[in-house]
């Protein structure tokens, strides 16, 4: 009796991971066609000057832009220059990054705003800007971990961030 279940209990596990592998092989099938997909129609547009970007926010080279983006997403190319992300309200205070772009990589992050209500506010936010600062350009990306102490400030500035690298299309 006892092998029985252990059987059955084997094969009710096996059935489930094997329902599970195909459930997630569709998903990654259906992400794989969706990314080739915006790669194949690509987003590059054709023209000179200001109009050579529709709809950027990001300062034109006067260059014109390419036909069919060769890239996997579909992305607008990566714009140099100095963007302002988000500002992101925490229980703290407003919390406001600024990024510059030199050569399609984070040269430079500045923290426009951070949080300050109250004393301890301004000291958690004075030690966990630079921090920050380091870990993103050694990062180049904002995918890096929050300050110990310091979580609300990090996110916010986690946050700001990301919107001033999705502005520079990085």
Do not use: C
């Amino acid at each position: 009796m006892r092998i029985r279940a252990v059987v059955s209990a084997t094969l009710a596990s096996v059935g489930i991971l094997v329902a599970g592998w195909q459930s997630g092989a569709h998903v990654a099938n259906t992400a794989s066609a969706v990314g080739t997909t915006a790669g194949t129609t690509g987003s590059g547009t054709t023209g000179a000057g200001p109009s050579g970007s529709v709809g950027s926010s990001a300062p034109s080279s006067g260059t014109s832009g390419t036909t069919g983006s060769s890239s996997s997403t579909g992305a607008a190319a990566k714009a140099d220059g100095t963007f302002a992300g988000d500002v992101v309200q925490t229980r703290f205070g407003p919390v406001q990054v600024q990024v510059t772009v030199s050569g399609g990589a984070i040269s430079d992050v500045t923290a426009l705003q951070l949080t300050d209500d109250g004393g301890r506010s301004v000291q958690i936010s004075n030690y966990a800007a630079p921090l920050l600062r380091a870990e993103v350009l050694q990062a180049q990306s904002a995918n890096v971990q929050t300050i110990s102490g310091a979580t609300v400030t990090s996110d916010a500035y986690l946050t700001s961030l990301q919107a001033a690298l999705d502005a520079a299309h990085i």
